[in-house]
């Protein structure tokens, strides 16, 4: 019987790099720059790393494929470097690789590192590449990301009956709060507050999302180094403890494209993928158990789905709890306390490091008080890759005994 | 009996007045003050002539058993490809066999009664029992000519057979003249014409009623015996002159919609017959004649068949749906006759692997997805694996296809981020009648005429255009029923 991966794992260090547009920085620049960070906090030295998993995604434009990325820019001394990519579950994927390596005996200390250097493309959102391989040039239609995720918006108001108007707020709310939160985050790429008026009569970008509705596109990198509690406890005999509590991945089935039940209203996968993840960590009542989360606000609809897929606000009522300041920093689950990808924007396979290294630091009670938690136990982070009908899910619980 | 035993016609929604051409471009030409009456259809950014056809095509076999179909013919002188049989991506649209002769007439105007005359030709042969004569064109007229103002897009569709027809064929003349009144040259966008009052006195003015004068006498008949002459003639002084010199009565010529569509070049005595097939009754006598390049004349007489054939959207459907396109320079600009800045997510490259669409083709042309055989469920693209959650059975499958069966509205969006000539990008996921979901690129429409649970038709457009290697690809896009102007 499988045991899942709670309390076998201990995140020992992280790092972070600002995200943001980094004309200046390679991948490479970006990698180091995260790395050290990650070794210092750690307290072991490059050499004691047996093993590492590198996350990105859109690989033709900064770093190609492989794992040997990583190995030549960190300078690795041949061990193994797997890279993982999954769509934006690409960095929670490296995580998961470094942690089943140590959770499986077969290494002591593993890093996972997410890099992706997104600016070079030359234009906005993400570059028009075949991510569904040469069938979407062929059957699919000529469509963005912000237009995919888009359409939750009017499946939603369409089976819950919410009018567009009251939808349109509660989107708003999220990226106001998202803005709001990242004006104290010294890495984060967008640092300004922007009136929620702003935000509503923003130019629209794919009907109902308009500008605020969508995150950036910026550089970035973010990596962690784990271990098992035991030799963490060795390294650090007095640091209080960051575990892993669940580590979760689900992939659609195709049957939200392909067939006809789904409701377009959220996503299947993050609806299971959650509540494998509350039963792996042990957790009952997500609502009252869950401290905080950082969640794949991509565009605030889907921030807006995700409240409910994660079984935290009952079906059809996300807009309420949104609107109620449930989510904000100082509501009883802070969403975003970091800026989420609104405030970070979205290398894609660094955001889910990027997610981790924020609630790490605020269980550690890290942050200055403007933006710590209080008393945090638990932290989710949750990333969703891929379109509304055909993705991949990835939840982390990390948390103190 | 050999004839027509069906008809099925398209005119694009799109109309652009012809003053608003003139205001942009009269200065240039203030002659054309003469051709700036009326308006013209004009075909969308996604159409060309190969949509236009399959649209028509689509019209005219509603509701047949395409496995009856053993021949498509398609005519045009603005086909995307001169080396891809457009006829064989019309085949594939209709879903027809593949056992079945396929052939593209171009070259000159009357090339669409040329692919008429080959079907009724082979349907007397008995070679073929349903061929789908299809014509269409979209000729591009450099701007401020008087053909930019005479010019529009349309398209006919004919089936031809020996059951069941509703029209009879009762003979031909034909006459070629290598008589250059427009010419276009292998590497040509647009069209060059001659004098006009040489077109007319000496084109128009002789060919028509020497053409007339054939038919007659080859069928032993008079013009007096025919209740319509159906002939195209854009200038509307030479059609008077014509029409009396043949001792025409009024209600004998039919309408060449000069005024509300333009000339439609290969499809324009087509586009013609069809209107002139929708008003008919039984024992009426069609004269049919083309022009371009020389003149086919073909004498129909209408059938009591013509009281049962199902209603279709026809050219009269077609003008009914309309919508005005007030925009000289977007005109341009869906032709290609201008260069715009799309952004740089515009210059990425849209590949197209010949082998892979060789696999996919039935997909791609015919919209053909797989429906179960264990559990019923229709899903596209095809699948090996039934996608019902509590069904999954390997290889049980029959494919369907969905062209025809049209959908309704699941949820959609209007996307500006996406590069295309016509912004927004408008698409959506759409449920299939009968079962099956997809995300499709909504055409035809603005975003004000979208609901959810609204009902859509399907339609073959332009999916991409690969300039870099000259490549036009199709796909399906589903245009929502609106309001109609």
Redesign the interface.
Known sequence: MAEGIRDKVVILGMGCTKFGERWEASPEDLAVEAFIECLEDAQIAKKDIQAAWLGSHIDEINIGKGGNFLGAALKLPYIPVTRTENFCASGTEAFRGACYGVASGAYDIAIAQGVEKLKDTGYGGLPDSPAFGQYQAMFGPNATAPGLFAQLATGYSAKYNVPMDKIKEAIAHISWKSHQNGVNNPRAHLRKAIPIEQIMGAPMIAYPLGLFDCCGVSDGSACAIVTTPEIAKKIKPDAEQVKVKALQIAVSSGAETYYTEWDGAGMVTTQKASQRAYDEAGIKNPREEISMMEVHDCFSITEFCTMEDLHISAPGTAADDILAGFYDLDGQIPCQPDGGLKCFGHPIGASGLRMLFEMYNQLLGRWPEERQVKNPKYGLTHNLGGVPNQNVCSIAIVGKD | MVGVRSYGGYIPRYRLNRMVIFGSMGWLNPANIMSAQGEKAVANFDEDSVTMAVSAAMDCVDGMDRSDLDGVYFASTTSSYKERLAANLIAGALGTSESIRTADFAGGLKSGTTALLAALDAAAAGTAKNVVVAAADCRLAKMASPQELMFGDGAAALLVSDKDVIAEYKGCFSTGHDFVDHMRGAEAKYDRQWEERWIRDVGFGQFIPEAIAGLCEKTGTQISDYSKVIYPCYYGGARKAINKKLGLAPEQVQDNMQAIVGDTGSAQSLTMFVAALEQAQPGDKLMLISYGSGCDALAFEVTDAIKKMPKRRGIAGSLARRADLDNYVKYLTWREMVPVEL???GE?N????WS??WR?HK??LGFVGTKCTACG?Q???P?RIC???ECGVVDQSEPVYLADKGGNI???????????INP??I???V?ING???????FTDCT?DDIK??GPVDFSFRV??RDRARDIT?Y?WKAVPATEEA
């Open positions: 952004g740089l997510r990425e849209k590949w197209t692997r892979l669409m996919e997909s791609v469920t899903q596209f693209p699948q996608v019902h959650p699941f949820s959609f969006t209007s996307d500006m981020l996406a590069a295309t927004p990008a698409y959506g996921a449920n079962g099956g979901k997809y995300i499709l690129d975003l959810v649970g999916k991409y690809n796909f």
